[in-house]
């Protein structure tokens, strides 16, 4: 009897995951046929000054259109992680972002974010160089998002291309900053000029005193740091205010601006 039910457990997690194979399956191949036609398209987020809320960048965020409607990077950004996929997928959002950003009248910045298969496999600094150089667009103005995986590393190649950007004038910023090790003594010695402290740390702002009080804690220290420091996920005027006390230098969020079409970026 326990045998029998042993078995029904193996064939109904070999059937999960088999559908799951299946699933990834399907979002790779379709993902390719979107990423051989250029179907992918960008969405930009406004970043905002902390005080006076002016847009002081832009982030780039791919978007798949589908069924009338856009499937998410989680949807798919995780497939496309596990092969090579999303070194062919994010050398063309970055063209396609920076072409686009360079084509805008004005002068705030434009930030993209950067797998670790696309410093580990590719030119990175070459690439940019050359995308600069097309596109007129000052490398003050480019900065790249990478997370700690990809930042705390061995490798020579990696630490060479980062240095490499910094001294072209490209910024490099620590997306989800909190998530990952946290380690402010650590951070310091990253070579980040920008840090972004990830939406979980003021999802609860207002809420609870405990909280905030953490929160208060993180920003002061990450302030003490000497980086332009962003915060992610602001949704309320709550949240908004309570950084404004706190005078990190830039906010993003729904509360602010969503991610945009490119037509939708040029109105605002
Ligand atoms: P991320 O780089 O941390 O990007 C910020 C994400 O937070 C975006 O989700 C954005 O829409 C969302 N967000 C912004 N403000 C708020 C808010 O107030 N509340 C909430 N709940 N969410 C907010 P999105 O566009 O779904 O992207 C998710 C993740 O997918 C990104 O996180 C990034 O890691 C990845 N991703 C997006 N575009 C690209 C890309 O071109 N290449 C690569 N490699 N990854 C990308
Ligand atoms: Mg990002
Ligand atoms: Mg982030
Ligand atoms: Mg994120």
Not at 70 to 92: C, D, G, H, K, T
Not at 142 to 154: A, F, G, H, P, R
Request: charge should be negative.
């Amino acid at each position: 009897e326990s045998k029998r039910q042993g078995g029904a457990k193996v064939t109904e997690f070999s059937d999960a995951l088999w559908r799951q194979y299946q699933r990834e399956l399907t979002i790779k191949t379709e993902l390719q046929l979107a990423l051989n036609n250029e179907q992918l398209v960008i969405f930009y987020q406004p970043i905002v000054d902390c005080i006076s809320h002016d847009i002081v960048a832009v982030e780039a965020l791919v978007r798949w259109p589908k069924d009338s409607g856009f499937v998410a990077p989680s949807e798919f950004v995780a497939v496309a992680e596990r092969s090579r996929q999303i070194v062919e997928l994010n050398q063309y959002i970055l063209r396609q972002a920076v072409k686009q950003f360079a084509a805008l009248p004005g002068n705030i910045r434009l930030s993209v974010n950067i797998p670790a298969s696309q410093l580990h496999a590719t030119d990175l600094v070459a690439d940019v160089k050359e995308l600069l150089e097309t596109t007129g667009l000052p490398s003050q103005r480019l900065y790249l998002e990478l997370t700690e995986t990809e930042l705390v590393t061995d490798s020579a190649h990696v630490l060479n291309q980062l240095q490499a950007l910094r001294a072209l004038g490209v910024g490099i910023a620590l997306d989800d900053f909190g998530t990952g090790y946290s380690n402010l003594q650590y951070l310091k010695q990253l070579p980040v000029d920008i840090v972004k402290l990830d939406r979980s740390f003021i999802d609860d702002i207002g809420d609870k005193a405990a909280d905030n009080q953490l929160t208060g804690s993180i920003l002061d220290m990450l302030r003490s740091l000497d980086k332009y420091l962003i915060v992610e996920g602001i949704e309320n005027l709550q949240q908004a205010e309570y950084l404004r006390t706190f005078n990190v230098n830039a906010l993003q969020g729904f509360y602010f601006h969503k991610p945009m079409p490119l037509e939708a970026l040029r109105a605002v």
